[in-house]
């Protein structure tokens, strides 16, 4: 037992309570709710600033990664058609250069066959003072 109730028990005396300290424990007891109410709502509203807050910064925060992502396709898309177009232009010069090697080897050969038919329709000499001739 508790001491306050060990002395209640050990008087025996009844104890009497007036209506002005009831009166007065009651605008206590109503101060202190209103108080404490008060204390809750500043808070509840301190609560809902900050998700507010933070819904606002996500926002702001998903904005911002939209645009970078968008930049970013843009700018791939961009890097990837430079890079066919380069491509396209390497190759190009490529192919030009080995048409034009193409067309020195089939030169060759056909002046080799031509030097070849030369060799064995003649003479020796005939032939090799003709082939000094042509170069």
């Not at 939209?66 to 430079?82: D, Y």
């Not at 193409?102 to 066959?113: I, P």
Request: hydrophobic share 35%.
């Amino acid at each position: 037992m508790s001491e306050s109730w060990q002395l209640f028990c050990a008087q025996q005396a009844p104890t009497y309570i007036t209506q002005e300290q009831v009166q007065v424990e009651i605008a206590s007891v109503c101060d202190q709710l209103t108080a404490f109410t008060g204390f809750l709502s500043t808070e509840q509203d301190k609560v809902s600033a900050v998700k507010k807050s933070s819904e606002v910064l996500l926002s702001h925060v998903k904005e911002q990664f939209a645009e970078m992502h968008s930049f970013l396709c843009e700018r791939e898309n961009a890097l990837t058609q430079e890079l066919a177009k380069d491509e396209e232009s390497v190759l190009g010069l490529i192919r030009e250069n080995l048409q034009k090697a193409e067309d020195g080897r089939l030169s060759l050969e056909a002046r080799l066959t031509e030097l070849s038919a030369q060799q064995s329709q003649g003479d020796d000499i005939e032939f090799l003072k003709e082939v000094s001739k042509q170069r």
